[in-house]
């Protein structure tokens, strides 16, 4: 009799031990999922702003060229950016009647930042340069679209930071070359044949792209989420 108290003393040890553990995994996993649904709601709100800043930019700079070569484009993700203005064929330097075009690009988008109260660090300015797969000829220093595509996206933000116009060391901004392989079966025809260099043109373009920053995000929650909230004080 005593042996079969003893076991049942050690089943009801082992099922408050085990009631014990679902409690804490109960918190752990309530916890987890409050700092999912915070993260959530801040990511909507810096994607929020990132359309708004682009749809921004584009309304400004569109007001000044529409109809034009230098138009703007944007799906809310990105501003569009034709290459072929900008840069002449293979090549990074950036064409001198394109320079005071991009400075207004820039000049818009911090012009967007302030008015939407954005610090600069809840979000990344991506500059993306594409290329289409033609080859690239005649230059040691760039071998391939890859180097092209990064180059000229560098080219960019050298024009930025040296004309004061967007301040790498105040706002993320990034250079980004991704050469032919964005869209790189758009390069082929049907037979696999690569297309003419005018058929080309869409995929030769500057991406603007604004991404909102997740691990700057997921710190700030974390820190609101363990930070005392005003007026708590510690039991002494």
């Keep these: 009799m005593d042996e079969g108290r003893d076991g049942i003393n050690i089943w009801l040890a082992y099922a408050d031990l085990f009631a014990g553990l679902l409690v804490v995994l109960g918190l752990f996993y309530g916890k987890q999922l409050e700092q999912e649904r915070a993260a959530k709601r801040e990511l909507q709100k810096a994607q929020s702003k990132a359309v708004q800043l682009l749809d921004e930019v584009a309304a ?17 993700t990105q501003l569009l950016l034709p290459a072929d203005l900008t840069f002449q064929s293979g090549k990074h330097a950036i064409k001198n009647d394109s320079k ?74 990034v250079a980004v070359g991704a050469a032919e392989f964005e869209e790189y079966d758009k390069n082929f025809d049907a037979n696999g044949q690569l297309r003419s260099a005018e058929e080309l043109e869409p995929l030769r373009r500057i991406q603007i792209r604004i991404i909102p920053n997740y691990e700057d995000l997921l710190k700030s929650i974390t820190n609101q989420q363990t930070t005392p909230r005003d007026g708590a004080k510690e039991n002494k």
């Design 100 to 173: 005071s075009w991009l400075l207004e690009i820039a000049q818009e988008l911090q012009k967007a930042l302030d008015q939407i109260g954005a610090d600069g660090r809840g979000i990344t300015i991506e500059i993306r340069g594409r290329t289409d797969a033609y080859p690239v000829k005649g230059m040691a220093s760039i071998p391939t679209n890859w180097e092209l595509s990064s180059r000229r996206a560098s080219e960019i933000i050298r024009l930025f930071q040296d004309k004061m116009a967007l301040n790498p060391s105040r706002i993320h901004i």
């Design 60 to 76: 400004q700079i569109n007001k000044r060229y529409k109809g034009t070569d230098k138009e703007v484009k944007s799906d809310g």
